[in-house]
């Protein structure tokens, strides 16, 4: 650790070598409706020459960097708006703030409207990571976990699981709104969405109370392009590849106060593998040995489509609705060989042939109103969602002998239903300039219910009967209420700070049908959080954080539904765990050189009554993998990433460095190590529409409780193309192309056993997109637009 806090003193020092540079801040508001004008285009010019630019963020808020003493000119322009020229900006020694700076609507007809924003690939903002996705070729033709590994501090490994600076315990927003597959797996979620339509992603590592307490190492929203133009106009996108092939299009139309848009697509995937086991285990003096390969190849499959629309009642009243549907499907076949062998038993060879499903439809509805007044920045909202969801699995299997004769068959059903409805109050108020309150109210109101029924058959025959030991029908019912208070302040002395509370009441009742004894709950937790910040001279800015957050446990941790579809080995959940709490605190530090850029964060997070994965073993050497609270979990690190730009060509990269340690008492185990994930993204721009771009990362080995697993490396390059007067863009990217598969190694052991693996991913790839843009339109401001955003569940794996 040493090494590490001497690196972040060099970097401090390294900002003092630079000229003296003075920040230029304010507001962009309408003239007419009082609101932000977010995305507005910010220019800072002296004699008429360009120095620097910059766009506004969702309050409408500016800041200006390169400045120094002198005199000079600030000019505002947004599409839909009247050109605005600040004349005799004079700066001194000290920050300069404009306040609020009123802009006002043009009726300009457009023919065609083609709008460029100049960001960078990464923004550090005040309390959040914004990765720009829209500006990266290489996602082209790719799903969302595609976009996710380029971003520094998240890992996601080749079966689509998502960490956060080590930890899964994370929340995934969509457009700041939940999806209730998340609840389920992350990984199929990502899968569905395709890396075109990806406008930004957010990384918010320290979230405000605001949010909602969930997400123990922080929250990643995904934020899908929108269109706010006047006219009918839309898109088409198309792409093909080894592992997968993707048809997306949306249609927007907007007259006056009325907008509505649409989007819909189908998506496919495709993958392959194989895996190695050889597991050794001695419960109670009896042993049993293992070998086990397997192969298993698998494609899916998801439709889904979106309608929204909003109405602006006036100038200060606006509603909303919107209507997701969706609809997929996931199929694996497994082909499992098993040489198995007990203490004075002679070694028993079979193969197992394993057919799995995973269905799963719903729909959500969102209704939204907001009111604005007259002073600017003050708002209320409320919020509701009501959704459905079904997620049903099964599978079927055929166990052979060494003679390839069946003697055993296997099927199961399960049915799942989750119903969730949720209201939510807010009210913002800008107490002044520099000062804002917030406040406000949400409840959650959840009931989940999950049927399932196992049956087989001996000796090959056709006819199953059920097995009632294995079957139960479980209900749950869940409802979070919650209220928060923040306080934010930037002050002209260069001072920031964003404290709040959260309280949040979680009721629980869970019933089962098949004998076992219902139970209930009831828990409050209160979640405080504060950050302070600091602007320094020359382009440095220092931020101080803390927050606690808790992690509840969802349905596919909580089913006790019990899948023996495997041989030798049984997967379920546990009704009875508790939730996590996390304690966090991080420092940042920023520095901006020229076209470049510097961030160090060095974090500390430790969890209590941590939820693991644990093996257990009986006597004839069946394991059981379930979830326990039952482990601490505590990891301190170092993020350091950075940017660059000379000329045409753009670069930016990060190391991630940290150290895990997890210990349980109650297993006598105790595992830890040094972790690290380094990447790296450049992009060279030819002119004429072409461009090129490289990406790439490695992980090294993750601990777990109870053993670990190897590294592994990923990288990518793509092209892109504009034709038919920048209509339309042609793609086309390779992925790992230098080797056809890789393997990852793993190492698993306790009291009673021990465990290797060796695992082969099937991950080189090509993809070949087209994309195309259509449509007359006028330009028409944007406003902004707020919805539900319940972040507080813990997703399976």
Known sequence: MKKLLLCT?????TGSLFAQKIKITGFVLDSTA????????????????????????????????????????????????????????????????????????????????????????????????????????????????????????????????????????????????????????????????????????????????????EGTAGIINIITKKNSIQGINGNADLSVGRWNDRMNGSVNYRQKAIGISARGGFNRWRNQGGNESNRVTNVEGVSSALFQTTTFRGDGENGYGTISADWDIDSLNRMSASLNLYDGKN?????????????????????????????????????????????????FNVLTMFSKEGEDSFYKLDQANENKAIN?????????????????????????????????????????????????????????????????????????????????????????INAGVRYEHTFINAEFLAGKVPFSNNYGNIIPNISLSRSLPKNQKL????????????????????????????????????????????????????????????FMRTTNNAIERIRTFDQEGVATLAFQNIAQNTSYGLTLSGNTKIKKFTANGAVNVYYNILNSPALQAKNENLMYRFNVNSSYDFGKGFKAQFFGFFNSPRVMLQGKVSGFAYYNVGFQKEIMNKKATVGLGFDNFLAPYFTQNGEFSGPTFTQTTKSRYYNQGWRLSFSYQFGKMTSQPQRSKKSISNDDKKSGD
């Open 408 to 496: 055993y068959r296997e099927k199961s059903t399960n049915y799942s239903a989750n119903y969730e409805g949720t209201v939510q109050l807010d009210f913002t108020n800008p107490l002044d300039s520099v000062s804002t309150m917030e406040i406000g109210v949400k409840s959650i109101f959840r009931n989940v219910k999950s049927d399932y029924q196992v049956a087989n058959a001996i000796d090959g025959s056709t006819n199953f009967e059920n097995v009632p030991a294995l079957a139960n029908v479980f209900e749950y019912a869940q409802q979070v209420a919650s209220s928060y208070l923040t306080y934010s302040r930037t002050s002209k002395n260069k001072w920031g």
């Open 34 to 213: 009082n609101k932000p004008v977010e995305f507005a285009t910010v220019a800072l010019l002296k004699d008429n020459t360009p120095i620097e630019g910059t766009t506004a963020d969702e309050r409408g808020k500016f800041t200006l960097t390169k400045a120094t003493k002198g005199n000079y000119q600030v000019k505002i322009t947004f599409v839909g708006y009247r050109d605005k020229i600040i004349n005799n900006v004079k700066t001194e020694n000290e920050d300069l703030d404009l306040g609020v700076i009123k802009i006002g609507q043009s009726a300009q007809q457009l023919q065609e409207v083609t709008v460029v924003e100049q960001k960078a690939l990464f923004e550090e903002k005040p309390d959040r990571l914004v990765y720009n996705a829209e500006k990266d070729i290489t996602i082209k033709g790719g799903n969302a976990g595609d976009v996710l590994r380029k971003i520094p501090s998240i890992a996601v490994d080749m079966d689509g699981n998502v960490e956060l600076r080590g930890s899964a315990n994370i929340k995934v927003l969509i457009n700041n709104k939940p999806s209730n597959l998340m609840a389920r797996s992350i990984a199929d979620v990502l899968k569905q969405i395709p890396a075109d339509d990806i406008k930004q992603i957010e990384v918010i590592t320290s979230p405000s109370a605001k949010y909602d307490a």
């Open 9 to 13: 003193l060099l970097l401090g020092a």
């Open 543 to 602: 931020k101080i954080s803390y927050t606690q957050r808790i992690q509840r446990p969802m349905l596919w941790y909580l089913n006790p539904y019990v899948n023996a579809s495997e041989p030798l080995m049984t997967y379920t959940g546990n009704p009875y765990l508790k939730p996590e709490l996390t304690h966090s605190a991080e420092i940042n530090y920023n520095v901006y050189i020229k076209e470049s850029s510097i961030n160090t964060s060095l």
């Open 331 to 379: 199929g694996m076949n497994f082909d499992y060989l098993n040489d198995y062998s007990t203490q004075g038993v002679t070694n028993q060879y079979f193969t197992r042939n394993l057919y799995r499903i995973y269905d799963w439809q719903g729909n959500t509805l969102n209704l939204d109103y907001t009111k604005t007044f007259k002073k600017p920045r003050r708002e």
